[in-house]
């Protein structure tokens, strides 16, 4: 529960920061999963993970997103069509 609970609370706190942002994919059964070719080991499986697309012309840099990601616990994976966020590695 507070792994979840630092996952929220700091999306809400990149929501603020980047109000842009939009979550395309959150939680994910294990099926799911594996169909859209999600790894086995993917936070999405523990709700701690979700993919964000962004407006026109709001797409922060990697590297401002990911400072704002730090600051909260979280981290990103920039992807072609969206950012993967996920709690830091660290943290799980
Ligand atoms: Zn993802």
New binding site residues.
């Given amino acids: 529960m507070r792994r979840y609970s630092t996952f929220n609370w700091g999306m809400f706190y990149l929501r603020q920061q980047f109000p842009g942002a939009s979550v395309t994919?959150w939680g994910r059964s294990a099926a799911h999963n594996k169909a859209v070719g999600?790894r086995d080991d993917?936070q999405?499986l523990g709700w701690t993970?979700?993919?964000v697309v962004w407006d026109d012309r709001t797409r922060p840099p990697l590297e401002v997103l990911q400072h704002e990601a730090t600051k909260v616990g979280l981290e990103v994976?920039r992807e072609a069509d969206?950012d993967?966020i996920?709690i830091a590695r660290a943290y799980v």
């Fill in positions: 994919s999600g993917s999405h993970a979700c993919d994976d969206h993967h996920e």
